[in-house]
């Protein structure tokens, strides 16, 4: 049907788009320079809302989710440094 191919086509470009704006970064200069780049930011949290405060307040990004789908990495907090699970997904609001 026609507006099955629509819908699927709409879907795939939704995902390439996002796939081709999402990146990893392990340290806080790399947080900080992507995130100023735009796009969507994988990295380590340790979890406090402290530190999501912090960062929040030095690069006004936010965590737009935990995803659920994600490999649990343990790994280290971009920002305090502290013992972290797993990314989370940050991006700033336009």
């Not at 340290?27 to 100023?36: A, D, G, V």
């Not at 780049?37 to 999501?52: I, N, Q, R, Y």
């Amino acid at each position: 049907m026609l507006l099955d191919q629509i819908q699927n086509n709409l879907f795939e470009r939704a995902r390439k788009f996002r796939d081709a704006n999402t990146f990893t970064v392990d340290t806080w200069s790399e947080f900080e320079k992507q995130i100023e780049s735009g796009g969507f930011v994988l990295a380590h949290w340790d979890g406090s809302p402290e530190t999501e405060e912090s960062i929040k307040q030095a690069t006004k990004a936010t965590i737009r989710c935990i995803p659920f789908d994600g490999p649990s990495e343990p790994g280290t907090c971009v920002k305090s440094g502290g013992p972290s699970a797993r990314r989370v997904l940050f991006a700033k609001a336009y």
